[in-house]
T-cell receptor, first 115, second 111 residues
Framework: EPEVTQTPSHQVTQMGQEVILRCVPI?????FYWYRQILGQKVEFLVS????????KSEIFDDQFSVERPDGSNFTLKIRSTKLEDSAMYFC?????????????FGPGTRLTVL | RKEVEQDPGPFNVPEGATVAFNCTYS??????FFWYRQDCRKEPKLLMSVYSSGNEDGRFTAQLNRASQYISLLIRDSKLSDSATYLC????????????FGSGTRLSIRP
């Protein structure tokens, strides 16, 4: 069964450093997403991406964040200058052709720890 | 009122019991609803979509009540493996892609 993959599984970084989280969505999916989950809190939407551009973003997704699909398979989330409060689990997800109804499949997540 | 609200639990029930969760949503125009489950420190996984007519998948039944703006999940004959956090998920009506998660309801099944 196809699945979303994410690397690394755990990233530790110093405050102020840039990090890039990587995702490989399911191959025939067209919509890609990033979510985050701070420990003990709910899953929060960050951004959705379709047709090589951002289609929605939340208020969390400020200028420190960017997303990119650098090639036909990877989807990345960059945090330019990490803050302590960026420590969280970051989940990538993808869905098929109909974003209104298609299931979003989640990757296993990257645990980001900012020191 | 929160966009998507759930009782956090925990619900602690014996194996074989029937348990039900409700979830309320604030935007009456919401159209798509889902239940996901999340195991500790794992990714959310779709349990089932929730249709207007209600739907059943084995031991799981989901219902939608638009008038009262809530969805429900019923688990019959609960198994130890059902222990998880159950997340209510609603697609924003003004958006084709943004889904809102509830905080989740923790379920623990005891032998």
């Amino acid at each position: 069964e196809p699945e979303v993959t994410q690397t690394p599984s755990h990233q530790v970084t110093q405050m102020g450093q840039e990090v890039i989280l990587r995702c490989v969505p399911i191959s025939n999916h067209l919509y890609f997403y990033w979510y985050r989950q701070i420990l003990g809190q709910k899953v929060e939407f960050l951004v959705s991406f379709y047709n090589n551009e951002i289609s929605e973003k939340s208020e969390i997704f400020d200028d420190q964040f960017s997303v990119e699909r650098p090639d036909g398979s990877n989807f990345t989330l960059k945090i330019r200058s990490t803050k302590l409060e960026d420590s969280a689990m970051y989940f990538c997800a993808s869905s098929g052709r109909d974003s209104n109804t298609d299931t979003q499949y989640f990757g296993p997540g990257t645990r980001l720890t900012v020191l | 009122r929160k966009e998507v609200e759930q009782d956090p639990g925990p619900f602690n029930v014996p194996e074989g019991a029937t348990v039900a969760f409700n979830c309320t949503y604030s935007n009456s125009a919401s159209q798509s609803f889902f239940w996901y489950r999340q195991d500790c420190r794992k990714e959310p996984k779709l349990l089932m979509s929730v249709y207007s007519s209600g739907n059943e998948d084995g031991r799981f039944t989901a219902q939608l009540n638009r008038a009262s703006q809530y969805i429900s999940l019923l688990i019959r004959d609960s198994k130890l493996s059902d222990s998880a956090t159950y997340l209510c998920v609603v697609l924003q009506p003004s958006s084709a892609s943004k889904i809102i998660f509830g905080s989740g309801t923790r379920l623990s099944i005891r032998p």
